[in-house]
């Protein structure tokens, strides 16, 4: 939620006091697991695949 609430890895990372890199990978393992991609990784808004 962090990620579409502050539109940005980087912004969103620093909110959870996190690296981009730790979160992004985080993000990965969760998208794995559930076998689905959960969050676009376009440029600008970051939108949530529901």
């Known amino acids: ?3 579409v609430r502050h539109c940005s ?3 969103a990372a ?3 006091y996190l690296s981009q890199s730790t979160l992004s990978h985080r993000l ?3 998208e794995k697991s559930v ?5 676009d990784r ?3 808004i970051r939108s949530p695949y529901l």
Do not use: H, N
């Open 1 to 3: 939620m962090a990620i």
């Open 14 to 16: 620093s909110s959870l």
């Open 28 to 30: 990965l393992l969760l």
């Open 9 to 11: 890895f980087s912004d």
């Open 35 to 39: 076998g689905m991609t959960l969050i």
């Open 42 to 44: 376009g440029r600008g």
